[in-house]
C-alpha cells in the first residue's frame, strides 16, 4: 500500500511539472508570436487578419448591400479560407487588400419595377410605391391598356434607366376606343315563367366557361327567368346553338347590351349584360360561335352573363336544355 502511495504521489508531481513547464513554454511563444489567421482565396494566401468575425462580417454586409443604392445584393463566387496559425509578432495584417480583392470579384445585381403590358417589359420604376403610382393614375385617366399593365419585381446584372412618374403615364396611357353598339332589330318582349319543360328537339351548349352564381326560379321574391355564369368583364360568350340573331344592340330594360337568337320554333336564346357585342342582326351563327364578352352592363350587381331559354315568349329552365 506504501508502495502504491508513493507511486501516486510521483505521477502527481511529474503532472505538475509537465503542466508548470508546459506553461511557461507556451508564455515564451506568446511573447514571441501571436496567433493570428492566414487568409486564402481560390487557394493562393492573400494575406493575413487578426480578426477573422470582423473581416468577414464587412464581406458579408457588401454581399447584402453592395455599393449603391440600387444594388439588391452581390453574387461572389469565391469566398476566403481562414486558417489559424502562430507567427512571430510585428507581421501586418492587411484586412483592406483582403477585402478589396473579394469583393472586386462580385456581380451586382440590382432590384428594379418593371411595367409590363402584355407581359412584355415597357419600363422601370426604383419602387413598388412609384409603380403602382403610375398604374392607378392611369386607372383614373381611365386607359385603355390598363387592365393588360403588371407591376413585376426584376433583379438584374446591370443598370437600367429609370422612368419618372409623368413620363410613364405619358407614354403608357391609350386612350379608351369608343364601342360602337351594332344597331339592334325587333323587340324584347316580357316573357312568362314556364315551370315545366318543354321539349323542343334542341341541345345547347354551355354559352360560356364559367360557373353557375344563379339559377332559373324564385329569386328575391321573384321569378328569375335564367341562368347567371359568374365570369369576369371580356370572357367570350358564345351561341348556344345555332340560328339567326334578331337582337344585338342596348337595352334599357336592364338587359344592357343583349344578343338575341332565334332558333326556329318558337325557341331563342338571350345573352345578357355583355361588355361588347361580336355580331349584328341577320347574322346566321353556328353553336359555339363568339357572339360577345361578358360585362356588367344594365341592372346588375357584379360581371355575368345572364342566360334565357324561351319558347314563343315563355322562360324554361336553361339547364334543362346544356348538353
Known sequence: ????????????????????????????????????????????MVGYTQN??????????????GDDDNIAFVQIDKMPEYKLCFLKRGIETNDDEIYAMVTSAGQDYYKYYA????SEEKLYVSTFEEAEDIVNELKEKNSENVEKLA???KYVNEKKETTDKETAVTNLY???KKVVTPKSAGTVKSASYGSGFKDVGIKFIKPITATITSRFGSRWGTKHKGTDFGA?????????AAGTVTYAG????????????SHGNGVQTYYAHC????????????AGDLIAKSGATGHVTGPHLHFEVRVNDVAYNPEYYLK
Do not use: H
Not at 20 to 44: F, M, R, T
Not at 232 to 238: D, E, Q, V
Not at 250 to 261: A, D, F, P, Q
Open 1 to 44: 500500500m506504501r508502495k502504491l502511495l508513493i507511486g501516486l504521489r510521483t505521477s502527481i508531481k511529474a503532472l505538475v511539472l509537465f503542466a508548470v513547464s508546459s506553461i511557461i513554454i507556451l508564455a515564451i511563444i506568446l511573447c514571441v508570436y501571436k496567433p493570428i489567421y492566414s487568409v486564402y482565396l481560390d487557394g493562393e
Open 52 to 65: 477573422k468575425a470582423k473581416l468577414q462580417g464587412r464581406i458579408a454586409e457588401f454581399i447584402e448591400n
Open 115 to 118: 411595367l409590363t403590358l402584355d
Open 151 to 153: 407591376i413585376e419585381q
Open 174 to 176: 391609350q386612350e379608351k
Open 232 to 240: 369576369p368583364t371580356g370572357t367570350s360568350i358564345k351561341a348556344a
Open 250 to 261: 342596348w337595352n334599357s330594360g336592364g338587359y344592357g347590351y343583349l344578343v338575341i337568337i
Open 275 to 286: 361588355s361588347s357585342i361580336l355580331t349584328k342582326v341577320g347574322a346566321t351563327v353556328n
